[in-house]
């Protein structure tokens, strides 16, 4: 693996199920609350009262436990920074735990901030390998990085195993679950954080809700655990389109309801479509299903390039030989990649 951010090459007017995007695009109130920002509401610095209020109220957490961030990825960033700065008192260099498969941003930011990744190894049905995770936890291990619902794999983690992890942990290091994905199966260890100051919670509002590309994400966690992540954040690092953009799209749940039963009825059609040709595949609690096709991963995801369908080969990932990613979105984008694939496969043979 690299140890920069790779950007994807771009698409141009192809169909986008290779990032986990929302295919549908934000909710039209975003666009109205965006069109009614005024010039002094961008040259000014921004006013987080309201955003912080109805976020937090949505997020059933109070405001002394949610923090703001652009992006997820920079909510990463902020929680390994603050595990570099607890350094061990004799000077090793923090460890990071990483569960693969894993969201490439994990390995990238720790190694750029100067920590150790500890490699935690899959199972191969990609259950959470509790035990591997416990007995890599040291007395150098500053952050635990688990994913619920798993990238690439969508496979849920259960919070008696964060639990576990959490309490073996402790008192030296934090673990971020990383929630990007959580609207897409409710599952959520939010509940664990009264007990358990040394978990964050983080989400994104980039998936579900269609703000990718405005960047807004959040940490949830007890007061005092934020507040080394507070002190680290830039104080305005979330911009006023973001703010007004996530006030609009928490306002419009019809919006969430819908394409959350879009991508439902889209991971359907994708499992069918593994069982009709025997390929493996893994339910998935996320917007996207990974199923393993075999040797011909790379050809097919690179015939469906050509025909303008951006889907992932997942090959190069620990446990994930053959295997390809498709987002599943809009019911008709999967039906139109699932074409595609057929035809690809009824070719080849
Ligand atoms: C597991 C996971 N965490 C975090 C992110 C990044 O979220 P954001 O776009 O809010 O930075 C992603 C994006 O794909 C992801 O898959």
Known sequence: ????????????????????????????????????????????????????????????????????????????????????????????????????????????????????????QPRPDFTFPLDRVRSAITARTRLVFITSPNNPTGVRVTNDDILSVAQAARPGAQVLVDEAYHDFCGDTARPLLDSCPNIVVGRTFAKAHGLAALRVGALMSTSDTLEPLRAVTPPFSLNVAAAVALRAALADGERLAWYVDQVKQSRELVYAFSVRHGFEFWPSGANFVLTRVGPQSGPLVGHLARVGIHIRDKSADPGCAGCIRVTTGIVEHTRRCIDAMEEFLCDAR
Not at 21 to 31: D, F, I, K, M, W
């Open 1 to 120: 693996m690299s140890n920069t951010y790779q950007r994807p090459a771009p698409t141009g007017d192809g169909l986008r199920l290779h990032l986990n995007e929302n295919t549908a695009g934000c909710s039209p109130r975003v666009l109205e609350a965006l069109a009614r920002l005024s010039g002094t509401d961008i040259s000014f610095y921004p006013d987080y009262d309201a955003v912080y209020r109805e976020a937090a109220a949505y997020l059933g957490i109070p405001e002394s436990g949610l923090l703001l961030v652009n992006g997820l990825d920079e909510g990463i960033l902020m929680a390994t920074i603050v595990a570099m700065l607890r350094r061990p008192v004799d000077g090793s260099t923090p460890e990071f735990i990483v569960v693969h498969p894993a969201f490439d941003m994990y390995a990238i930011t720790a190694r750029a901030c100067g920590g150790a990744v500890v490699d935690v």
